[in-house]
């Protein structure tokens, strides 16, 4: 009789070692998972605000591009009326 009892524990040990390891290693696999999505979603936030700022640094500099050609232009026009002068 008492070898029935410790049949029944071993049995009752390896079924709860059995159903423990299968919990532990699908909560791992989620957790893998959850990890990997989150991953993801942080690439993509991660690539959109680089490239929101990459679009908005371009046109501020396209701006001053703009910009330094009109002065550019206008530095031009009084070197040139400034020579006029001296010339005359």
Do not use: C, H
Request: zero cysteines; aromatic letters at 8%; glycine letters at 2%.
């Amino acid at each position: 009789m008492p070898e029935d009892y410790f049949k029944k524990n071993i049995e009752m040990w390896e079924n709860f070692t059995g159903t423990y390891m299968d919990t532990m290693f699908k909560m791992v696999e989620k957790t893998m998972d959850q990890s990997q999505v989150f991953k993801e979603q942080m690439d993509k936030v991660a690539n959109e605000a680089v490239s929101n700022q990459l679009d908005v640094t371009m046109a501020a500099l396209e701006a001053l591009q703009k910009q330094m050609e009109t002065v550019s232009e206008k530095l031009d026009k009084l070197m040139e009326k400034r020579e006029a002068e001296k010339a005359s």
